[in-house]
């Protein structure tokens, strides 16, 4: 099991890192949301504003966005790598999984070469994962990044 | 021309805005925002806080006016203080969080001299050594002019030589007053979580586009073009999120905002005439108009749901959303970089919906991941980049130039497609960076 997990962490990973996004898009179940809050203590996305807080919908609009030349924030498109490190899990409720993670993802963006076009973001990602159809799929997807409070400049890839 | 742009070594402010144009330099000149910091953000009332950021004695945040960081405490009567974060000793920041609590006062982490929330000076440590040296009344640190107007405080770094908040608001009280009369209960809450974004370019970049209403048809297309493809994916609009309604109202046709209305008032300010129609109701099932016509009268009421501002830009600090509870406020921090605050209210009163419909607004609108946004910031940051070329000095600032609607003493009025906003700016620029 914990192999399996492994996978699926560093599987999602590479999607992203490789901008397949309509397979990423796939590992999440219709009632799926997608969070990253704007402070550590951020109790739920309902006690504030965040940084994303997508359903499938929006999830699929920000992909669907990222593959149209006209998407300017994304043009050049980010070339990202996520580090994947330290995945533990534990059961949930009603046969669900809760995956904790530490990932860094590099993401670089070519706008004349000097070192703003790198950053650095980093954190705790916590997974909630489901069975549907025989395979594992994503219920929740969480992203403490250390630098929460931000301020951020335009976030593109999807973490 | 260049002995005509600057004054010896100053930048000659005059000489950088005409009628119809405006020199590039205003944005990539690090000596012109030295000063506008001195000129612009040191006579202008800046918005900094509402006062439910602030409950308990000794609650306080961190705010900038330009460049200088000034902290709001509320005092031990209630009344709240701004003073900068500065030690009057050796100059430490006493504050090192953007909020917090200190019911004791505010101590400097180098020495120890504490002072109180209005910046006396209650103590210095082992004071002996200061016996007939100092007189702590010469040490308190200095306050920074505070007025409020409904709830939103207000701080002026002129003090005394500053006019009074009302009449720097001018005809844009009512955009606050649309605001605060929304809520059933009268009164606004600031909720505790902040959305923070920035960019590398000029803070003038953000109030130039915001009621900017010909750039979403083609710096926005692309999150049109998705929102339309998820929108058939999943059953038409009818079925859609309110984020992709966001996103897909970025494509109506021009000739919608050439038939909107756009106000502009002395000072800078402006808004724009709403998207979303009269009818808009921030909840599903109407409990809202119910609470709001119980705590208003009907009258009063339709009065208040019938005031349709997109966003209304108080200038230089802030960009106020009414109906969606928003309110955002500018740092410039360089010629170069500038952060954005966004925060939401409660309507206090109101169904939870509400303010969930308003934090869903902010997290779209105001996170630099917004599918908005996130393209904004990059035009702005293009533009520093290209202004930097000197292949040509003048930025036209020209469109719609001859299509003002109606004038009065206390606005303007014209189509929201003109770049009269954007002329209206330049002159209250002029104006404050004109004055020595």
């Known amino acids: ?159 | 021309m260049a002995t005509q742009l600057r004054e010896s070594n100053r930048p000659n402010p005059a000489a950088l805005v005409r009628p119809d144009a405006v020199h590039r330099s205003v944005y990539t000149d690090p000596d012109i925002f030295q000063l506008e910091m001195e000129r612009i953000f040191g006579r202008a009332w800046m918005y900094l806080a509402h006062q439910s950021e602030m409950k308990e004695p000794g609650d306080y945040v961190v705010r900038h006016i330009g460049s200088q960081a000034v902290i709001l405490t509320r005092g031990k009567e209630g009344e709240v203080s701004a003073i900068f974060n500065r030690c009057t000793h050796r100059g430490a920041t006493l504050c090192a969080f953007d909020k917090g609590s200190a019911p004791h006062g505010h101590q400097c982490p180098y020495h120890g001299w504490m002072f109180n929330a209005d910046g006396t000076l209650r103590f210095v440590s082992w004071p002996k050594n200061y016996d007939g040296v100092l007189d702590k009344k010469d040490f308190a640190i200095q306050q920074v002019r505070l007025e409020e107007y409904r709830g939103f405080l207000f701080g002026n770094l002129r003090g005394d030589a500053a006019p009074p908040l009302v009449e720097f608001l001018g005809h844009m009280k009512s955009s606050i007053d649309d605001l605060v009369d929304r809520s059933p209960a009268g009164e606004l809450e600031c909720g505790q979580y902040v959305l923070r974004h920035y960019y590398r370019a000029n803070w003038k970049m953000t109030f130039e586009n915001l009621n900017d209403t010909i750039h979403p048809g083609f710096a926005h297309s692309a999150s049109v073009v998705s929102a339309k493809a998820v929108a058939n994916e999943v059953g038409g609009p009818g079925a859609i999120v309110p984020t992709l309604g966001m996103m897909l109202a970025n494509g109506k046709p021009i000739q919608f905002f050439q038939d909107l209305d756009m106000v502009t008032a002395p000072g800078g300010h402006s808004y724009i005439g709403g998207h979303m129609g009269a009818d808009y109701s921030p909840d599903t099932g109407d409990g809202y108009t119910r609470s709001l016509i119980e705590y208003h009268g009907a009258e009063k009421a339709r009065e208040v749901l019938s005031v349709d501002r997109h966003l209304t830009l108080l200038y230089p600090s802030s960009f106020w959303h009414a109906r969606y509870q928003t309110i955002r406020i500018i740092r410039p921090v360089r010629h170069d970089l500038t952060e954005m605050i966004g925060f939401v209210f409660r309507l206090k009163g109101a169904p939870e919906e509400t303010y969930r419909n308003a934090i869903e607004y902010c997290t779209g609108a105001n996170s630099a991941a917004s599918p908005v946004i996130s393209d904004d910031l990059e035009i702005y940051e293009r533009c520093l980049l290209g202004n930097q070329s000197d292949a040509r000095e003048w930025i036209p600032t020209s469109r719609g130039l001859h299509e003002d609607r109606e004038q009065t003493n206390s606005f303007t009025r014209m189509p929201a497609t003109s770049e009269a906003y954007i002329r209206n700016q330049f002159a209250a620029w002029a104006d404050y960076m004109g004055q020595a």
């Open chain 1, 1 to 159: 099991m914990t192999d399996l997990v492994e996978r699926f962490v560093h599987h999602e990973a590479r999607l992203l890192d490789e901008r397949r996004y309509d397979e990423w898009t796939a590992l999440f179940l219709s009632d799926a949301r997608y969070w990253v809050p704007v402070a550590p203590d951020q109790p739920g996305p309902e006690a504030g504003p965040s940084h994303f807080h997508d359903d499938i919908q929006v999830l699929k609009a920000r992909c669907h966005r990222l593959a149209n030349p006209r998407a300017f924030g994304a043009e050049p498109a980010p070339r990202t790598a996520h580090v994947v490190s330290g995945v533990v899990w534990e059961e949930g409720e009603a046969g669900e999984i809760i995956v904790s993670s530490s990932q860094i993802m590099l993401e670089y963006r070519n706008r004349g070469g000097f070192e703003a076009d790198q950053r650095i973001f980093g954190g705790r990602v916590t997974h909630r994962l489901r069975q549907a159809e025989g395979a594992w799929r994503i219920a929740y997807k969480r992203i403490d990044l250390i630098n929460a409070e931000g301020p951020f400049n335009a976030m593109l890839a999807p973490l």
